[in-house]
């Protein structure tokens, strides 16, 4: 799994959160073009801005615990 945190969410404050840890999902096509697939707020996938997040990295036991609710 691929985690990003939320670095920049002026004007879509209703679907990112701030400093918030998100799952990024493979979309190579959006990646070309800038954008990133992340699951935000709403429990879906959409794309946003990829100048809006930054890459993290945590111990893959974190990782697991951080979205085990979510699978």
Do not use: T, W
Request: with cysteine; charged share 30%.
């Amino acid at each position: 799994m691929n985690l990003v945190i939320c670095v920049d969410n002026r004007g879509l404050e209703a679907s990112l959160e701030a400093r918030k840890i998100y799952q990024r999902l493979d979309d190579p096509r959006a990646e070309k073009v800038g954008m990133v697939r992340v699951v935000d707020e709403s429990g879906e996938d959409y794309l946003h801005p990829a100048s809006r997040f930054q890459p993290i990295r945590v111990e893959a036991q974190l990782e697991q615990r951080l979205f085990a609710d979510a699978a």
